[in-house]
């Protein structure tokens, strides 16, 4: 197991290294969370100190705090109209370039910032690498007031919804929601299941990320392998 651990962080580096290279001086940036992203955020904070003038909009709070320990400048979220390059991480992605994200719980935020990204750019181990989504559980934002509502509509998609919990009690994200995780077994459909979702009241977001990603780079046990559009 730990030689696995090994690996993957390795291949996150890889990854990283690559894609940092599409970040030119005058770039906003979007800056993704999780472990993948912490590989890319290091390497950003390494060309800023090397005199590369970029403006960085973070997707979590957890990001905000360790690009403003690093000396990355931030841009105020709500001032962001369009973004030039995000790299971000995934946790499942097939070749086709459609991806579920959440897994760390900032996926609103994740969502927003790609919609409004021109290049993103998502980097990830060989793990994730899947031909189907969705054996990795679907993260959904929900709103608290929302949460029954929300969980009898996922379950008349057939979906087995689960509270997120973190040390016994329910996780918060950033902006104060619950997150379920959702079983739907592997989705034949990713847009089917986007638009019912799209549809329930109360429910934030979710996890489907289709048609946002501009590139996907792979690390593996050669060096990085690149999926596009
Ligand atoms: C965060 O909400 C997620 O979308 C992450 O991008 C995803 O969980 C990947 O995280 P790792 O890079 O840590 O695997």
Redesign the pocket.
Known sequence: LENHQNNTALE?ELASKEAVKYIKSGMIVGL??????YFAIQQIAALVENGMQIKAVAT?EHTANLASELGIPLMDFKEVRSIDVTI????EFTADLQMI???????FR?KIVASLTKQEIII?DST?LVEQLGAFTL?VEVVPLALNHVIDKIEALDGKPVLRKKSGAPFITDNGNYIIDVDFGLIANPHALAFNLNNIEGLLVH?LFLDLASIVIMGNSNGVEVFKR
């Open positions: 996150k993704g969370t999780g472990s993948s992203a979590s971000d991480g995934a946790d994200k959440g897994g760390g719980g900032a996926l994740e990830a994730k993260p996890g």
